[in-house]
C-alpha cells in the first residue's frame, strides 16, 4: 500500500479554520438578511435524480452537456447526480411536498454545488451558493424586491464596485421569432462559428449569445436583439421593474446580450458584476421561471430567484480588505498541579455556565509555555491556577490586552469579575 499523502480532489477546497471565521460571519449576515425579507430556509439533499437536472435546466446547456458529476447507484442501478444548482431541487422539494398549495413561498437554502469546470481563481469543482426563490409570485415587484434585497446586502457586507445588469428574455412568442432570427443570422456566418456555437446553432441558439469565446464577442454583440421582439406584456413588467429600482436609487444597465447560462429563465433576468475579480467577475445571478414549476411536474405557477456564488463574494470581501476575523474566545485556563487542575476544571465549567468561551489548556507544560499561548489565543484575560490559589479555592485573573493589574478573584466572583473585563 502506498504511503503517499492523499490530496482532496481537483476544484475541490478546505475551507481551513482562519478562513472558516469570515465564512461564519457572511452566513449569519446573510441569514439575518434573508430573515429581514420574510424568506424561511429549506434544505434538500445534495444528490438527486438526474433526469430532474435534464428536465430543468435543459439538456443543451453547459451544465448538463459537460458539467454535471452523474453516476449510477451500483447498488439499484438508479441515474443520479450531485447538484449542480439548486433551484431544481428547492422545485422539486416544493412540489413534493404540497408548500405552494394555496400558498406562494420565500424559500432560500445554502450550501455545496458541484460542477466538473476546469479549475480557476473564482470557478470551483465544489461551490457553494446561497439561492433565493419566491414560488408563485406574477408580478414585477418580486422581481424588484430581489434586486433590491442584493443592493441591501452589498451594503451591510460593505462591498462597492458590484453593477447590476438587467435584461428581459420576454416569453415564449417572442423567444421563438427571435430564435428563427438568430439561427438565421448565424446560419450565414457559420465560418466564425467554434465547436460549442455550430453544435448549437439548431438545438439552442439562444445559449451561443452565451459564449465566453473572446473570438466570437463581436459577432455576438452585432447578433439580433431579444429586446427587440419582446410582447407589451412582457415590456410592461420590465418597464415595471425598472421603475421600481430607480425609486430605490439603484443602479443598472440593461444588457441585451445577458441570456444566462442556464434555459429555464423568462422575463426578468439579471447579474451583478464586479471588475475587482478578473473573468470570474459575476457573484450573483438570477431571475424569472415562470415555466418551471410546471416543466418540473407542477401546477403552472410563476417564480423568481436568484443564487450567489459564496467563493466570489468573500474573495471580493477580502480584495476590498475586510480581514479574517479572529475566533472568539473570552479566557484561556492556564493551570499547574493536580489540585489546580481540579479547580480550573471547576472555574471552565462555571464560565460557561455564564454564556462565556472558554478554553481550558490541555496537555500540560510550564507555566510560562501556557502563558505563551494564552497570549498568542484571541482570549481576553487568563486564568492562573497554582498551588497558591487552590489552596486558597481563588485564581489569578490578568487581563491580555488593554493592561490593567492581575489580581486575585475568589471562585464566587469570578463570573462578575470576567464579564467586567471583556465589556
Ligand atoms: P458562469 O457564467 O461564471 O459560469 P453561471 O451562469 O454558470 O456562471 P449560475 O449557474 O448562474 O452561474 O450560478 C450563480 C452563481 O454561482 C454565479 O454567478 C457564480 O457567482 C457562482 N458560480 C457558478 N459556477 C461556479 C463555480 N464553478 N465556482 C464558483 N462559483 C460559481
Ligand atoms: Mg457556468
Given at each position: 500500500m502506498s504511503n503517499e499523502t492523499l490530496q482532496a480532489v481537483r476544484g475541490m477546497n478546505d475551507i481551513l479554520p482562519d478562513e472558516a471565521q469570515l465564512w461564519l460571519w457572511f452566513e449569519d449576515t446573510v441569514r439575518d438578511w434573508l430573515e429581514s425579507y420574510g424568506y424561511r430556509n429549506i434544505r434538500m439533499p445534495l444528490v438527486e435524480p438526474t433526469a430532474l437536472f435534464k428536465r430543468a435546466i435543459?439538456?443543451?446547456?453547459d451544465i448538463v452537456e459537460k458539467e454535471m458529476y452523474s453516476f449510477e447507484d451500483?447498488?439499484?442501478?438508479d441515474q443520479l447526480t450531485l447538484r449542480p444548482e439548486g433551484t431544481a431541487s428547492c422545485v422539486r422539494a416544493a412540489l413534493q411536498h404540497n408548500l405552494l398549495y394555496n400558498a406562494p413561498q420565500r424559500l432560500y437554502y445554502g450550501g455545496a454545488m458541484f460542477r466538473h469546470e476546469r479549475p480557476q481563481k473564482g470557478r470551483y469543482r465544489q461551490f457553494h451558493q446561497v439561492g433565493v426563490e419566491a414560488l408563485g409570485f406574477a408580478g414585477p415587484d418580486i422581481d424588484a424586491e430581489q434586486i433590491v434585497m442584493c443592493a441591501r446586502l452589498w451594503k451591510k457586507l460593505g462591498i462597492g464596485d458590484v453593477a447590476l445588469q438587467i435584461n428581459s428574455l420576454g416569453d415564449a412568442a417572442s423567444r421563438q421569432r427571435h430564435r428563427e432570427k438568430l439561427i438565421a443570422y448565424f446560419e450565414q456566418r457559420k465560418?466564425?462559428?467554434?465547436a460549442d456555437a455550430l453544435r448549437r446553432l439548431?438545438?439552442?441558439?439562444?445559449?451561443?449569445?452565451?459564449?465566453?469565446?473572446p473570438a466570437m464577442q463581436e459577432l455576438v454583440s452585432a447578433a439580433p436583439r431579444l429586446m427587440d421582439e419582446l410582447e407589451e406584456d412582457a415590456i410592461g413588467h420590465f418597464e415595471a421593474v425598472q421603475a421600481i429600482l430607480k425609486r430605490h436609487g439603484i443602479a443598472f444597465e440593461i444588457n441585451p446580450?445577458?441570456?444566462?447560462?442556464?434555459?429555464?429563465?423568462?422575463?426578468t433576468v439579471f447579474e451583478w458584476v464586479t471588475?475587482?475579480?478578473?473573468?470570474?467577475?459575476?457573484i450573483c445571478a438570477g431571475g424569472r421561471y415562470d415555466g418551471l414549476i410546471e416543466q418540473i411536474g407542477g401546477k403552472p405557477a410563476p417564480a423568481c430567484g436568484f443564487a450567489m456564488g459564496v467563493e466570489r463574494l468573500l474573495a471580493l470581501l477580502q480584495e476590498s480588505g475586510v480581514q479574517n476575523p479572529a475566533?472568539?474566545?473570552d479566557v484561556y485556563v492556564v493551570h499547574q498541579g493536580e489540585q489546580a487542575q481540579s479547580l480550573a476544571w471547576r472555574a471552565a465549567e462555571n464560565l460557561r455556565d455564564g454564556g462565556l468561551r472558554v478554553l481550558l489548556h490541555c496537555g500540560g507544560g510550564s507555566f510560562k509555555s501556557q502563558m505563551k499561548k494564552a497570549d498568542g489565543s484571541a482570549a481576553v484575560c487568563a486564568i492562573i491556577i497554582g498551588d497558591d490559589e487552590a489552596a486558597a479555592n481563588a485564581v489569578t485573573l490578568k487581563p491580555l490586552r488593554g493592561g490593567g493589574e492581575q489580581q486575585r478573584v475568589g471562585m464566587d466572583d469570578l463570573q462578575q469579575k470576567v464579564r467586567e473585563l471583556i465589556m
Open positions: 435543459g439538456e443543451v446547456t451500483s447498488l439499484n442501478g465560418d466564425a462559428l467554434d439548431h438545438s439552442n441558439p439562444l445559449r451561443i449569445l452565451d459564449t465566453k469565446n446580450r445577458l441570456v444566462r447560462g442556464l434555459d429555464y429563465y423568462n422575463r471588475t475587482r475579480l478578473g473573468a470570474q467577475g459575476t475566533a472568539p474566545l
